[in-house]
C-alpha cells in the first residue's frame, strides 16, 4: 500500500514551457486534490475532482490544467510555464471529510 | 472569509524542553479542527482531529485543545524529540458539503528542536 505518490520529485522548467505532474493514489479515494505550497503561504487549492471524470477549480486555478480520466490518477499540466509558478505542488486524496493523504510533493523551478 | 491564523511563524525549543503552538480561526459553520506536522521535503500528515464536542485529546506526546468558544486550538508538545523539528499547521474545515475543497489551511508553526 503506497498511499499517494507523485511524480517527478523534482523539475526545472525555462518560461513558456509544458509538464505534466501525476498523482496515483491506492487507497481507492473518490477525492482528489492539487496544491501548490509557498514561503508564508497556507497551502492553496488548485483543482480538485469528486469523483472519475470530474474536475473542477479552486482557489488558484489559473495557468493549469488538470483530468481524472481514471479513479487512481490525477493529472496537473502547466501548458506555459511562467516564473510565478515556481512552488511546491502537493496531491492529496481523501474518501470525504476523512483524513487527507498528501504525496510527498514536486518541487518546480521556472526559470 | 474564513481565516485560520497560527502564532508564533517560528520556534526554536531545547530537546527535552516543552511548547505550545497556537492556532485561532474564523470558519464558520465549525466541523471540525486538525492539526498535522509536515516535515522539511514531506507532504503534511495528520497528527490529531478535534470534534465540536472535544477539549482535549492526546497522541503520544502531542496534546491538542479546543475551546470553540474562543474559536482557539493549541497543540502542546511534551519532552520534545530532535524529530519534531517540523512545520505543524492547523486544518479547519466548514461544515457542510463532503471534501476538502472549501478547507482553510493555517501557515504553519515552523518547530526546530536543537540538541
Known amino acids: 500500500n503506497a498511499g499517494v505518490t507523485q511524480t517527478p520529485k523534482f523539475r526545472v522548467l525555462k518560461t513558456g514551457q509544458s509538464m505534466t505532474l501525476l498523482c496515483a493514489q491506492d487507497?481507492?479515494?473518490?477525492?482528489m486534490y492539487w496544491y501548490r505550497q509557498d514561503p508564508g503561504m497556507g497551502l492553496r487549492l488548485i483543482h480538485y475532482?469528486?469523483?472519475?471524470?470530474?474536475?473542477a477549480k479552486g482557489e488558484v486555478p489559473d495557468g493549469y490544467n488538470v483530468s481524472r480520466l481514471k479513479k487512481q490518477n490525477f493529472l496537473l499540466g502547466l501548458e506555459s510555464a511562467a516564473p510565478s509558478q515556481t512552488s511546491v505542488y502537493f496531491c492529496?486524496?481523501?474518501?470525504?471529510?476523512?483524513?487527507?493523504?498528501f504525496g510527498p510533493g514536486t518541487r518546480l523551478t521556472v526559470l | 472569509k474564513n481565516q485560520v491564523e497560527q502564532s508564533p511563524q517560528s520556534l526554536i525549543i531545547l530537546e527535552g524542553k516543552n511548547c505550545t503552538l497556537q492556532?485561532?480561526?474564523?470558519?464558520?459553520?465549525?466541523?471540525?479542527l486538525r492539526w498535522y506536522k509536515q516535515d522539511t521535503g514531506r507532504g503534511p500528515v495528520s497528527l490529531t482531529i478535534?470534534?465540536?464536542?472535544?477539549n482535549t485529546k492526546s497522541n503520544g506526546r502531542y496534546t491538542a485543545t479546543l475551546d470553540a468558544d474562543t474559536k482557539q486550538s493549541s497543540l502542546h508538545i511534551t519532552a520534545s524529540q530532535l524529530s519534531d523539528s517540523a512545520s505543524y499547521i492547523c486544518?479547519?474545515?466548514?461544515?457542510?458539503?463532503?471534501?476538502?475543497?472549501?478547507?482553510?489551511f493555517g501557515t504553519g508553526t515552523k518547530l526546530q528542536v536543537i540538541p
Open positions: 492556532c485561532n480561526y474564523t470558519v464558520s459553520p465549525f466541523s471540525n
Open positions: 486544518v479547519v474545515p466548514p461544515r457542510g458539503s463532503g471534501g476538502y475543497q472549501k478547507v482553510t
Open positions: 487507497m481507492n479515494h473518490e477525492y
Open positions: 492529496a486524496s481523501t474518501s470525504g471529510r476523512d483524513e487527507q493523504f
Open positions: 478535534m470534534t465540536f464536542s472535544e
Open positions: 475532482s469528486v469523483g472519475e471524470g470530474t474536475t
